[in-house]
């Protein structure tokens, strides 16, 4: 158990419509990061949160958003959902902004039929 | 251009040998970390070992191993001693010091992942 927790951990939702994933990062970390994985386009970085501000951003698309909140806990919003949007996503988290090891959570899968 | 390559799509090992994953990546920072995961089929992503760009050791960590040749831009990973519970995906992924702008702050970039099976 890496301590960073994700909820969902199934979603299965229909195209157009807009779901919300959670994650909670290990107790004392600062930082946390949103990767998508697909079967075409592998693991790819989303989005990084730092301390509740944006830090940095991926091949993230519009209709994709997230937020870190006060106690750290981060949500990423996907909306107008696509067949292709159908993924993991997984969140990460670190204690610092950019330095030392990244630990995943068990990710959320998504499904969009 | 890709900055993490795993050239091996699938690799096979008897269980109780050594198996040695290949990573190469390609960055200009000086100050870089380097990692290795495991996927299980169950899909979670396990943190196994991290090396520095400056760290002069190869680092361990119980039967993992990461075999780091800085000039050759290799951050390979070896297994000692197989068990069936050690088939699974395993991907090589860098973190880049600051990239242009400064934006580069501890994002992982993957590559492709190796299939690791253990046969008995």
């Known amino acids: 158990d890496s301590g960073v927790t994700q909820t969902p951990k199934h979603l299965i939702t229909a195209t157009g419509q807009r779901v919300t994933l959670r994650c909670s990062p290990r107790s004392g970390d600062l930082s946390v990061y949103w990767y998508q994985q697909s079967l075409d386009q592998g693991l790819q970085f989303l989005i990084q949160?730092?301390?509740?501000?944006?830090?940095a951003k991926g091949n993230i698309l519009e209709r994709f958003s997230a937020q870190q909140f006060p106690d750290l806990h981060s949500e990423l919003n996907l909306s107008s959902l696509e067949l292709g949007d159908s993924a993991l996503y997984f969140c990460?988290?670190?204690?610092?902004?950019?330095?030392?090891?990244?630990?995943f959570g068990p990710g959320t899968r998504l499904t969009v039929l | 251009a890709q900055k993490i390559t795993q050239t091996q799509p699938g690799m096979f090992v008897q269980e109780k040998e050594a198996v040695t994953l290949d990573c190469t990546y390609d960055?200009?920072?000086?100050?870089?970390?380097l990692f290795w995961y495991k996927q299980p089929s169950s899909g979670e992503m396990i943190f196994l070992i991290y090396?520095?760009?400056?760290?002069?050791q190869n680092a361990t960590e119980g039967r993992y191993s990461l075999n780091f040749q800085k000039a050759r831009k290799s951050a390979n990973l070896v297994i000692s001693a197989s068990q069936l519970g050690d088939s699974a995906m395993y991907f090589c992924a860098m973190r880049e010091g600051q990239g242009a702008g400064g934006t580069s702050y501890g994002k992982l970039t993957f590559g492709q992942g190796t299939i690791l099976t253990v046969h008995p």
């Open positions: 949160y730092y301390n509740g501000e944006e830090r």
């Open positions: 090396q520095g760009s400056y760290d002069e």
């Open positions: 990460a988290s670190s204690v610092a902004g950019g330095l030392g090891e990244q630990f």
């Open positions: 960055t200009s920072d000086q100050s870089y970390g």
